[in-house]
């Protein structure tokens, strides 16, 4: 559903791609799939565009033992014209039992997007700030290249 100027965007669907390092056993991914998921978004024009996000999703990656719903939210704030910061958290309620990857602390994420040209966005992360996974002494790093367009 479109955003109007009262109500926000909303999404609903299936994501079943985890992310990062795959474990076996508990066959699952550092970060679960979303799985069935529902999503929303508002934007606002503040000082350039201000953008808030927040959802909740049922992951199907459950032979950890954790089966419980998780949720999630963001926000994105522009900063000149080709620049934006990026702050997420999710709650990882459903990575924090049995024999969950996670410590029950969520994992906050942060983002910087430059737009380096025509389509071309250059992305630099830092994910796990709270160092939720076991065996993380620092956040996760990554260095990402994005381009939107038609070939």
Do not use: C, W
Request: charged letters at 20%; a negative charge.
């Amino acid at each position: 559903i479109d955003e109007s100027e009262a109500l926000p965007a909303i999404a609903i669907g299936f994501d079943s791609q985890g992310r990062d390092a795959y474990y076996d056993p508990p066959d699952r991914y550092s970060i679960k799939s979303p799985g069935l998921f529902a999503a929303a978004s508002k934007n606002y024009s503040f000082m350039g565009n201000l953008s808030f996000h927040g959802g909740v999703n049922l992951s199907l990656e459950r032979n950890d033992g954790d089966k419980d719903l998780n949720l999630y939210a963001g926000l994105e704030k522009s900063a000149g014209r080709n620049t934006s910061l990026l702050l997420e958290y999710d709650f990882a309620a459903n990575d924090n039992h049995g024999q969950a990857i996670g410590r029950g602390r969520g994992y906050l994420n942060f983002g910087l997007r430059i737009s380096i040209g025509s389509g071309l966005v250059l992305g630099i992360n830092l994910k796990d700030l709270f160092q939720n996974q076991r065996g993380v002494t620092f956040a996760n790093r990554t260095v990402q290249l994005d381009y939107t367009g038609v070939f």
